[in-house]
């Protein structure tokens, strides 16, 4: 499992050149990565990368090639780099790299709850604590960085607290938080790329994470496929087709629960993303799906079954509530997932 470790030693400097150069973007405890945007997409082979050790960082390329090794400190504007195959550390230019990303761990329960993550317009992300809010800036603190920051809001898309807080969850955390299901199913058919979303190349490679739902749920999930023509499958239990779930019926995404169907929206090969707020009130069977405006889209009634509340069967009750999502296309990223309670 990818752990979280400081990396105090980095002098200033170097982590001042490095946010000017990345348009002040970093990654803290769960993720982290300075990146322009890459070249070429990740190569396949990326699927069975082994999870970073804990102090270790991934350096990327432009041209796609990976390293794994330790930052050190280095002159100002520059990343020192210490790695197996090499005899002594060498130095590099940030502009020689798509990213890198560092090696992160969980925090224990209590500190969870005051972490932020914020997400740039360029689409990379900052996880840490949210330190204060001004008309221009925000201040942010987090383990990778030596001391805090300061963030123009003018950079900023939004601000989202992550983990577990008062029946919320937010982030896709690491693809070890993550089960797959199905024969010759594996989580290392996914990968987590530098901008810390889990991807995969493999047709039918699925992923599912046990949530504990609130009684009245909104799951809001952002997917990417890049070839277009989405094929995929999304619930909310280990089974998805014992619940409500969204499911592609030729060039219709169709929000079905059992022998119930109501269509969602068509899709072709200019469709590369589904974002879609899914809405579930589990004591009336009530469910509701809406575009990120909050624009309905679809509903259905339908009953579904209570997980079974004997511990022993919480690894293979299919009724276990979480999220679930199967792609069927060449390749599919998932960018975010949020859980909250339906008000």
Same mark, same amino acid.
């Given at each position: 499992?990818?752990?979280?470790?400081?990396?105090?030693?980095?002098?200033?400097?170097?982590?001042?050149?490095?946010?000017?150069?990345?348009?002040?973007?970093?990654?803290?405890?769960?993720q982290a990565q300075f990146q322009r945007r890459p070249a070429t997409p990740p190569p396949a082979a990326a699927a069975v990368r082994p999870a970073l050790e804990p102090g270790q960082a991934l350096?990327?390329?432009r041209n796609g090639d990976e390293l794994t090794?330790?930052?050190?400190?280095?002159?100002? &504007?520059?990343?020192?780099?210490?790695?197996a195959p090499f005899a002594a550390p060498f130095e590099l230019r940030p502009g020689q790299l798509a990213g890198f990303r560092l090696a992160t761990t969980p925090s224990p329960a209590a500190d969870r709850v005051s972490d932020f993550e914020v997400t740039f317009?360029?689409?990379?992300?900052?996880? &840490?604590?949210?330190?204060?809010?001004?008309?221009?800036?925000? &201040?942010?603190?987090?383990?990778h960085l030596a001391a805090p920051i300061g963030i123009p809001r003018e950079a900023v898309v939004r601000v989202a607290r992550v983990g577990k807080d008062g029946g919320a969850f937010s982030g896709l955390g690491e693809i070890e938080d993550w089960t797959s299901y199905g024969r010759d199913?594996?989580?290392?058919?996914w990968y987590t790329d530098l901008r810390g979303e889990l991807a995969t190349h493999q047709w039918s490679g699925n992923l599912y994470r046990e949530i504990a739902l609130p009684e009245r749920v909104e799951v809001q999930?952002?997917?990417?496929?890049?070839? &277009?023509?989405?094929?995929?499958?999304?619930?909310?239990?280990?089974?998805?087709?014992?619940?409500?779930?969204?499911?592609?019926?030729?060039?219709?995404?169709?929000?079905?629960?059992r022998t119930r169907f109501a269509p969602v929206m068509r899709m072709d090969a200019e469709t590369r993303?589904?974002?879609?707020?899914?809405?579930?009130?589990?004591?009336?069977?009530?469910?509701?799906?809406?575009?990120?405006?909050?624009?309905?889209?679809a509903r259905l009634e339908g009953e579904t079954a209570p997980e079974n509340p004997d511990p022993k069967r919480r690894l293979s009750d299919p009724l276990r509530r979480g999220f679930s999502i199967l792609s069927r296309t060449p390749?599919?990223?998932?960018?975010?997932l949020e859980v909250r309670p339906w008000d």
């Open positions: 499992m990818i752990r979280r470790f400081s990396i105090r030693f980095l002098l200033r400097p170097i982590l001042a050149g490095l946010v000017a150069w990345s348009g002040v973007s970093a990654s803290g405890p769960a350096l990327r390329w090794g330790r930052l050190l400190e280095g002159p100002e &504007g520059l990343l020192r780099f210490s790695a317009k360029s689409g990379d992300r900052l996880r &840490g604590r949210l330190l204060s809010i001004s008309e221009t800036h925000l &201040g942010f603190a987090c383990d199913r594996k989580p290392t058919d999930f952002h997917a990417r496929f890049p070839a &277009g023509n989405p094929n995929v499958q999304v619930g909310l239990l280990r089974e998805p087709s014992n619940g409500p779930m969204l499911e592609t019926w030729d060039h219709h995404l169709v929000l079905t629960h993303e589904i974002h879609l707020r899914l809405f579930w009130d589990q004591r009336s069977g009530r469910i509701e799906v809406c575009d990120p405006a909050g624009t309905p889209l390749e599919m990223k998932l960018l975010a």
